[in-house]
C-alpha cells in the first residue's frame, strides 16, 4: 500500500489522469443503468424480432446507408428523429430496435424515444459493425 502512496505522490498528474477516467467510466455506466434502455447484442436482438412485433428502426445518416441496412428497416437519421417522430405514433406499443453504425447514435436515440413516451426501446449493442461481424443478413438498398 505504501508503494501506491508514493506512486500517487510522485505521479499527481498520472494518478488525476487515472481517476478521472475511472470517474467517467463510473459515470458512463451508471447514466447506461439508469436510462432504463436495453443494450442487446446483434444474436440478442435477432431472437427478439423472431419472437416479438419488431420495428427496426436506422438512425445513420443517408450516406451511410450505402453499407446497407438490417432487413427493412425504418430510416429516420438521429438528427430529424425530434421532427419525424409522428412517423413512429402507430408503432407505440411495439418494440422498437434502433441501431446505426457503432451503436452511440441509436443509444442517444434510444434515449429520446424514451423521453417521447415510447416504452419499448431497445439499442442494437455495437450497430451495424456487430450486425455484419456476426454475420448476419445486410441488404443493399
Known amino acids: 500500500m505504501q508503494e501506491y502512496l508514493q506512486f500517487a505522490s510522485s505521479h499527481v498528474l498520472l494518478f488525476m489522469a487515472l481517476a478521472a477516467i475511472v470517474g467517467a467510466i463510473v459515470w458512463t455506466e451508471f447514466q447506461r443503468l439508469a436510462s432504463g434502455i ?6 440478442e ?25 438490417i432487413g427493412k428497416a425504418k430510416h429516420i437519421p438521429l438528427g430529424a428523429l425530434d421532427q419525424r417522430l409522428r412517423e413512429l ?7 422498437i430496435i434502433a441501431y446505426c453504425r457503432s451503436g452511440a447514435r441509436s443509444s442517444r436515440a434510444c434515449a429520446k424515444l424514451r423521453k417521447a ?3 419499448k426501446v431497445v ?3 455495437g450497430g451495424i459493425v456487430a450486425w455484419r461481424e456476426a454475420k448476419l443478413p445486410v441488404r443493399k438498398r
Open 38 to 43: 436495453k443494450h442487446l447484442s446483434a444474436n
Open 45 to 69: 436482438a435477432v431472437v427478439l424480432m423472431n419472437k416479438d412485433d419488431t420495428i427496426v428502426l436506422d438512425v445513420r445518416e443517408d450516406a451511410e446507408l450505402r453499407e446497407g441496412t
Open 123 to 125: 439499442n442494437l449493442r
Open 117 to 119: 413516451g415510447f416504452e
Open 89 to 95: 405514433d402507430k408503432h407505440r406499443e411495439k418494440t
